[in-house]
């Protein structure tokens, strides 16, 4: 998305304003002793000639990159309601206190001795995950939320083995489940079985005591799940899990919606992945920054990721401890600490009340919105939402012609970030939406309204949503042209054919 950029500073790549002998930095000439890439690379790796770069002013580049900047959208330029991916305000104190000396400056590989404040932080976040998630202990080293649920499965298998009996090959999933989820299964080495969403988008009870065997060796869920909604009977599916000797998962996703509130523990899951780029601060977008630690009941602890913090009750002192029945190492260091320090930052920041709040006015801003839109919209599933919602284009298409996608494009034009489209997947044309408890009831509002207007559009002039967008850089894609010709990086005109 764009807020319309002046054409004065439109240039299609930083190569088209290259001209040779420009120069935007100067690198000084090494002092004499000082080894060069010559003295140091072996001959077979140095170039022949050098790299075909951009040769510019330092000015020419500070403009294109403000320039991309502006094409951009974000959290900071306006409301973002995708929904699952929870993108909303980061609180900038977080930024000022990851780049600290004392953090930002650490080195991977300082002594634990050397490191007693950066140790010291990581055990107190470790003891708020496990108070919020109601698990014993947790690990920081997956670095995304998919790397946590990776994680989350090596220790169930790692579990199972331990208990000795048959092996269990099969792990169940909900058919609204994230995309994630499926293939984490087969990436552990899992077999997945599907579990249907019933009429209520829920997940029936009855359907998971029929698919529970010996063979099973958990059940991995969202709640609330993809739909918006809370498993009323999570406690029977706990239950039902582990009678047969299984364990339940938690895709922490969705916890935007229930933090400070009940904790997955108390449910009956025994592993929770946390995506804390998502529910506590950092918006993620472009693919990164991302942490997505893990925590487990007191059973399963033995099995996390090594090496875990300890903590020497008689000296004071933060050391880092090996555990014997681990499934080892998941990242080359301990996670990415910078997202601990924004998490704990955010954490302490709001308190056990603020927690509870922020999860309170989520819910309450997607039940606001949802209930404007629903008389225009119709619902996946109608009645009250938990932090998001999903709406149907079901109607649009067969009325008007319109999609989903027609749906989002538009909604470019109006000065909104799409929510996200087609998932979950048993939803025919669905909308997914979720504002967030940072947006105001002003932003809500004016998004109800695109929202509206677009309807309005959809039976008037359907034309002006199939061309959409026309006031973005980029106009509508031939996504099937681009899927058959990827293109992963820019070329000059004369090449793009």
């Known amino acids: 998305m764009s807020q319309n950029p002046s054409p004065a500073i439109e240039e299609g790549s930083i190569y ?18 000082v080894p060069t890439a010559a003295d140091v690379l072996p001959g077979g790796m140095l170039r022949s000639e050098s790299p075909h770069l951009p040769e510019v002013s330092e000015l020419d580049l500070v403009r294109h990159f403000t320039n991309l900047s502006r094409k951009n959208w974000s959290i900071e330029v306006g409301a973002y309601p995708l929904g699952s991916c929870t993108m909303k305000y980061n609180p900038k104190i977080h930024e000022q206190t990851a780049a600290l ?11 634990a001795e050397q490191a007693q404040g950066a140790l010291a932080l990581i055990w107190e976040m470790e003891q708020l995950l496990v108070e919020i998630t109601g698990m014993a202990r947790a690990s920081f080293q997956p670095a995304a939320g998919a790397a946590g649920e990776l994680t989350g499965l090596l220790v169930v298998r790692a579990y199972h083995k331990a208990q000795g009996g048959t092996p269990r090959d099969t792990v169940l999933i909900p058919d609204s489940a994230h995309g994630t989820n499926p293939a984490t299964v087969r990436l552990a080495g899992y077999k997945v079985k599907q579990i249907p969403t019933d009429s209520r988008g829920l997940v029936d009870i009855e359907t998971v005591r029929n698919a529970m065997d010996d063979n099973v060796a958990g059940l991995m869920l969202t709640n609330p799940n993809t739909l918006g909604l809370f498993e009323r009977e999570i406690e029977e599916i706990a239950k039902a899990v582990h009678s047969k000797g299984g364990l339940l998962y938690y895709d922490g996703a969705n916890l935007n919606a229930i933090v400070g509130v009940v904790r997955p523990g108390d449910m009956g899951f025994d592993v929770v992945h946390i995506n804390m780029h998502k529910t506590f601060t950092t918006p993620h977008g472009g693919g990164g920054p991302g942490s997505g ?19 020497d009750s008689e000296t004071g002192r933060y050391f880092w401890e090996d555990l014997p029945q681990s499934v080892g190492r998941v990242h080359g260091f301990y996670g990415n600490f910078g997202m601990v320090v924004r998490a704990y930052t955010y954490l302490i920041s709001l308190g056990a009340d603020g927690l509870h709040n922020l999860s309170e006015r989520a819910v309450l801003n997607a039940n606001y919105l949802r209930t404007r839109l629903e008389g225009t919209y119709q619902t996946a599933h109608p009645g009250l939402c938990m932090h998001e919602f999903v709406l149907t284009a079901r ?10 996608m027609d749906i989002a494009k538009r909604l470019i034009d109006k000065g909104f970030h799409p929510p996200t489209v087609y998932f979950p997947l048993v939803v025919e044309e669905a909308m997914m939406v979720e504002p967030t408890e940072t947006e105001s009831k002003q932003t809500l509002d004016a998004l109800a309204d695109a929202f509206l207007e677009i309807a309005a559009e959809a039976a008037s002039d359907p034309d002006v949503l199939h061309e959409a967008p026309v006031r973005s850089p980029v106009g509508r894609l031939d996504e099937a042209r681009a899927v058959r010709q990827l293109q992963t990086r820019w070329k000059p005109a004369e090449q793009q054919s």
């Open 16 to 33: 088209d304003l290259s001209i040779p002998g420009r120069r935007a930095s100067t690198v000084p000439t090494p002092d004499a002793g």
């Open 101 to 111: 000396p004392g953090f930002s400056r650490l080195h991977p590989w300082q002594p």
């Open 293 to 311: 630690p893990v925590a487990v009941s007191s059973r399963l602890a033995p099995f996390l990721p090594s090496p875990i913090p300890g903590l």
């Open 395 to 404: 109607k649009f298409r067969k009325d008007y012609g319109i999609r989903a």
